[in-house]
């Protein structure tokens, strides 16, 4: 799964879509707590940010506990649910881009373990199964990453000449999309704080362990051009 909903790249899904839950539920590999991103761009319909716990008697609504529904630009609409309480960071009626940082992944509501339900209607008003989102996305986002994997090839090739191998990170072998688990593959350092003193020594500023830094970070890895600290 190349487009991501969980800012540490490595979500597993633990419920499926079927008619009695028209959603899927994912969590984080790790059973941390990372931010939930964006799956697309989009305007912010509807921010419920003061649940404060579970509540496994809850109906309708508050069932997603604390939840945000965007629309997107491609006249989809998202819904992310269960988040933790006052963690959410985007507005009622915000303009967002895909990538960016919702909020935590929590428990709130009618939830049982910490993790994200996310529901996608159609242009129609109609659920469905989230998973012709993510897919059609990975398409398109597996070709960008090649053009972008490219480029940065040409220009590291320039480099070369002037830094040893011996000075970068390489994880050749590494073929799926979360920089936590490709450097884990290599043996080293997975942890927030020193992902951030990669990515400074990278050239990746104010890094926030975003979608965007996360894969840039990522495909200098797979290239055997990330910069050891």
């Known amino acids: 799964m190349i487009t991501h909903v969980l800012d540490s790249m490595n979500e ?6 079927d008619q009695d839950h028209q959603a899927i539920d994912i969590v984080p590999k790790d059973k941390s707590e990372p931010n ?9 319909e509807t ?33 992310y649910a269960h988040m933790k309480h006052n963690t959410i960071k985007v507005k009622e009626g915000q303009t967002i881009s895909k990538g960016d940082i919702i909020g935590t992944i929590g428990e709130t509501g009618n939830a049982y373990g910490k993790h994200l339900h996310l529901e996608i209607k159609n242009q129609n008003n109609v659920k469905e199964n989230p998973l012709i989102e993510l897919n059609k996305k990975t398409q398109n986002t597996s070709k960008t990453n090649t053009q972008k994997s490219t480029k940065t090839n040409i220009k590291n090739n320039v480099k070369s000449t002037q830094t040893k191998q011996s000075d970068y990170l390489n994880a050749p072998n590494y073929h799926h999309g979360s920089i936590v688990d490709g450097l884990k593959s290599i043996g080293i350092n997975s942890s927030y704080s020193y992902r951030k003193k990669l990515a400074e020594n990278n050239g990746i500023i104010n890094y926030k362990g975003s979608y965007n830094q996360n894969i840039k970070m990522l495909n200098l890895l797979k290239n055997g051009k990330l910069k050891k600290v």
Do not use: E
């Open 36 to 44: 939930i991103i964006a799956l697309d761009g989009g305007t912010v």
């Open 47 to 79: 921010v419920i940010n003061n649940v404060k716990s579970t509540n496994h008697k809850s109906r309708g609504l508050a069932t997603y506990g604390n939840y945000v529904q965007i629309k997107q630009n491609n006249g989809k609409t998202a819904l």
């Open 12 to 17: 597993v899904i633990t419920n499926n879509y």
